[in-house]
């Protein structure tokens, strides 16, 4: 392994795409009822709600939602189950809900491909740091932990 890999955590957003996210920035990966989120009336759509987090109000957002693939909620019961991505930002903490979590990869961010603007929809650009394409020539997205911690969507509620 080289010195200038680091860890990130890949899972799916949507059907067939792929993402990552530093480990940097992860405090814990879990495993939440939907049953034990409360909702939160006049919330954007990506907010699912809160949840007791070790004593503690998190809020969980809809990570596909907020990047522009169909909501998580759809074809999914009260009674399902979620992975939550627990990331830590400047002593703020966001739970990311997601479909399905792969594995813990080492990338080389040196590797990373800068993205344009014009390459990528308006709703995933600004929480994208860039994309590495994998040996299988797939694309893989690197996502900003911090900025989508730092979005005006729930910066008032986090």
Same mark, same amino acid.
């Given at each position: 392994?080289?010195? @200038?890999?680091? *860890? ?5 957003? /949507?059907? *067939? ?5 530093? &480990?940097?920035? @992860? ?7 939907? #049953?034990? $989120? ?9 907010? %699912? ?10 809020? &969980? ?13 759809? /074809?999914?019961? =009260?009674?399902?189950?979620?992975? #939550?991505? =627990?990331?830590? =930002?400047?002593?703020?903490?966001? /739970? ?22 014009? %390459? %990528?929809?308006?709703? =995933? ?7 590495? $394409?994998?040996? #299988? ?10 900025? $989508?911690? *730092? ?6 509620? @986090?």
């Amino acid at each position: 392994m080289l010195k @200038t890999q680091e *860890k990130f955590l890949s899972f799916n957003l /949507g059907t *067939k795409d792929k993402a990552v996210i530093s &480990l940097q920035h @992860t405090t814990e990966v879990l495993q939440v009822s939907l #049953a034990d $989120i409360c909702n939160v009336p006049q919330m954007p759509n990506s907010v %699912f709600g809160i949840y007791n987090w070790r004593g503690e109000m998190l809020w &969980l957002v809809d990570l596909e939602d907020m990047l522009g693939y169909p909501s998580l909620l759809e /074809g999914v019961n =009260i009674l399902s189950k979620m992975m #939550a991505i =627990i990331v830590e =930002i400047e002593g703020k903490y966001l /739970g990311f809900l997601i479909r399905h979590l792969m594995d813990i990869e080492w990338l080389d961010p040196h590797q990373m491909k800068f993205p344009s603007a014009d %390459f %990528f929809s308006p709703k =995933i650009s600004p929480f994208l740091q860039g994309y590495f $394409i994998n040996a #299988a020539e797939e694309m893989i997205f690197s996502l900003d932990a911090a900025a $989508i911690v *730092k979005s005006p969507t729930w910066a008032n509620y @986090t």
